[in-house]
């Protein structure tokens, strides 16, 4: 009897570690989100085992959750969509396969068969997959909702036309409702090729015009860096932590600005840089040059199929300096340790923070806004470096400006060359030979 009573405490405590572990891995009811313009049985969550965000989704008769690996909640729902679409094109095949038997040509099944062909396309690396995770945001957003169960077949310009009026009341600009159009045509070209319909139907031509990213003058550059020096130094009271502060309260609003935005600004106006590379610098990428000119030398990774190396202005080389300083006292400057925020190994985390920091110092300047009402961001900091070499840089042509950029002289003169008028480099006008 002893020994019945023993095993069945033992077998008592048994049950009650493993109910124990598996509650670790259940989802915190409150933190279940689902993912905005997919199905429902698509959703993110965290559990008491881990910091990292999940996602679950139903596929094939069975339940798949993965890890996100990331902290933060927006890049969370960014994985489980790229999860989602994954799992569509891994099954592609069959889907494919099951329009053919069927002849159950929707414009949902044609545009899974069309994102499971542009996901190879990704990995011959024909496009980026920046391309291809826009044009599945666009394909769900509006395009499966308007036209999803419509067959390809039946789809005419008329109703394109519908659409195009449907989007107009969305308040889109030109540009939007085009690349909304784009990825529809997308579709309905996928279904020509397939011979399921006999031809395109015809799409109406929307004449929009570039609006050129707000750059920033020389005043207001200075006035930059003024007010992101002042916000460093004010003091703030202490944050209350709640469910929004992360990263040690960095992603509170009213947190200080860290004394290295001074610091990213003129990085950037001295560098030609994108965002994007920001995120991505390390000190392994950058060579301090000193060769009668001085300069770095950025060898940084590939972004929008650019991987040529970056030359800076000589005033980077000063910033650079300080920055690397400032963090070799805190042994954040190794070679792998990245420029911006290296405390942060969640780049997408540490851009927002950084988006977040910028935005303030905008509306604490009042230029939030440039010229002709465009929204200033990080972004606007590139276009002043390029308008700043082509105002002020001595007979500089446009294909190396452009290659040292990263970018087409097309995209230079379409938006940075355009806000330039004659006034403006009145000397060489009045020059003499």
């Known amino acids: 009897m002893r020994q019945y009573a023993c095993n069945m405490q033992s077998k008592s405590a048994n049950d009650e570690f493993f109910y124990a572990k598996r509650c670790r891995t259940l989802p915190i009811l409150h933190t279940i989100t689902y993912v905005p313009s997919y199905p429902n049985k698509?959703?993110?969550f965290l559990t008491n085992a881990s910091s990292y965000w999940q996602v679950r989704c139903y596929f094939d008769n069975k339940t798949v959750i993965r890890s996100l690996r990331t902290t933060s909640k927006r890049h969370a729902l960014q994985l489980a969509k790229l999860f989602y679409e994954q799992r569509l094109i891994d099954t592609?095949?069959?889907?494919?396969?099951?329009?053919?038997?069927?002849?159950?040509?929707?414009v949902n099944n044609v545009a899974n068969i069309m994102l499971a062909n542009e996901t190879a396309r990704v990995k011959r690396d024909e496009i980026t997959n920046g391309t291809y995770v826009m044009l599945v945001s666009r394909i769900r957003k509006w395009v499966l909702p308007y036209f999803g169960a419509v067959q390809v077949a039946d789809i005419k310009h008329t109703d394109i036309e519908r659409f195009l009026y449907f989007l107009s009341d969305k308040q889109y600009k030109s540009m939007t409702i085009t690349q909304y159009l784009n990825a529809l045509h997308k579709v309905l070209e996928c279904a020509f090729k397939h011979g399921w319909i006999e031809k395109i139907p015809t799409f109406p031509k929307l004449k929009s015009s570039s609006t050129p990213r707000g750059g920033f003058s020389v005043t207001e550059y200075r006035a930059l860096l003024r007010a992101s020096k002042r916000l460093a130094n004010q003091?703030?009271?202490?944050?209350k932590v709640t469910h929004r502060t992360k990263h040690n309260n960095l992603f509170a609003p009213d947190a200080n600005i860290p004394r290295e935005m001074t610091w990213l600004i003129g990085f950037m106006v001295n560098s030609f840089v994108r965002p994007v590379d920001m995120k991505l610098m390390q000190h392994k990428h950058i060579e301090v040059i000193r060769n009668g000119h001085i300069y770095l030398r950025l060898?940084?990774?590939?972004?929008?199929?650019?991987?040529?190396?970056?030359?800076?202005?000589?005033?980077?080389?000063?910033?650079?300096?300080?920055?690397?300083?400032?963090?070799?006292?805190?042994?954040?400057a190794t070679a792998d340790d990245y420029l911006f925020l290296p405390q942060i190994k969640d780049r997408a985390a540490a851009m927002q923070l950084i988006d977040k920091y910028f935005v303030k110092i905008l509306l604490a300047t009042g230029l939030r806004f440039g010229a002709l009402g465009q929204r200033r961001t990080l972004y606007s900091l590139r276009h002043t470096a390029i308008t700043y070499r082509l105002l002020y840089g001595r007979g500089i042509d446009l294909?190396?400006?452009?290659?040292?950029?990263?970018?087409?002289v097309e995209m230079i003169e379409r938006f940075y060359a355009s806000q330039l008028t004659p006034e403006m480099n009145v000397g060489m006008l009045h020059s003499r030979r």
């Open 235 to 239: 003091v703030c009271d202490p944050i």
């Open 299 to 332: 060898t940084i990774p590939e972004t929008k199929r650019h991987s040529a190396p970056v030359i800076t202005l000589q005033s980077a080389v000063r910033i650079y300096e300080h920055l690397r300083s400032y963090y070799d006292q805190q042994g954040l």
């Open 399 to 408: 294909l190396t400006l452009a290659r040292n950029a990263r970018t087409s």
């Open 42 to 44: 698509l959703r993110i």
């Open 92 to 106: 592609g095949v069959i889907a494919q396969g099951a329009v053919a038997n069927t002849q159950d040509l929707s």
